[in-house]
Nanobody
Framework: EVQLVESGGGLVQPGGSLRLSCVAS????????MTWVRQAPGKGLEWVSA????????YYTDSVKGRFTISRDNAKNTLYLQLNSLKTEDTAMYYC??????????????????WGKGTLVTISS
């Protein structure tokens, strides 16, 4: 059974930082690209970042470039998202999501098949 368990969310002030983690199980983690997707209160899903299976390439939506860093530790089956210089508009539930195909690459329109339950990030003064 595929499981993705996120942690690390919380309440921080604007300008602060958080590190989100996602522990994966039930599949060969180092074979798949992985992504983070977020959903702000009352809004739709927004893709945030992706990383290829070997950590060679990373991708970000424009609004988080230079502030967020995605990484992974394949030995620990764990995906990370470092969030720096946080803004109120970053407030959202953040989901760790597995890419469907086993190529190991993110293609921009890659299908996603398994989602974690999310971790809530709230930015407020």
């Amino acid at each position: 059974e595929v499981q993705l368990v996120e942690s690390g969310g919380g309440l921080v002030q604007p300008g602060g930082s958080l590190r989100l983690s996602c522990v994966a199980s039930g599949f060969t983690f180092d074979t798949y690209a992985m992504t983070w997707v977020r959903q702000a209160p009352g809004k739709g899903l927004e893709w945030v970042s992706a990383i290829n299976s070997g950590s060679g390439s990373t991708y970000y939506t424009d609004s988080v470039k230079g502030r967020f860093t995605i990484s992974r530790d394949n030995a620990k089956n764990t995906l990370y998202l470092q969030l720096n210089s946080l803004k109120t508009e970053d407030t959202a539930m953040y989901y760790c999501v597995k890419i469907r195909d086993s190529s190991g690459y993110w293609y921009g329109d890659s299908g996603m098949d398994y989602w974690g339950k999310g971790t809530l990030v709230t930015i407020s003064s």
